[in-house]
């Protein structure tokens, strides 16, 4: 994914799915960088982390 479309993500009222490894995650920041952004699980536990968003994918 690239950061224009983390952008567009991240100012949508839609719930637009994405993963990261195959999980669904909601992405909760893109990083000044415009390389990384912070991302927490769908679900119960909220743990962040930060990862590279070439490795997100919109399903």
Do not use: C, F
């Not at 950061?3 to 100012?11: A, N, P």
């Not at 719930?15 to 195959?22: A, L, R």
């Not at 960088?33 to 119960?44: C, F, I, Q, S």
Request: proline fraction near 2%.
């Amino acid at each position: 994914m690239d950061s224009k479309r983390v952008k567009q993500i991240l100012s949508s009222s839609a719930d637009i799915d994405v993963t990261y490894n195959g999980v669904s995650v909601w992405i909760d920041e893109l990083h000044g960088d415009g390389e990384r952004a912070t991302v927490h699980l769908r679900g119960p536990l909220e743990e962040r982390t930060v990862v590279d968003i070439r490795e997100l994918k919109e399903v």
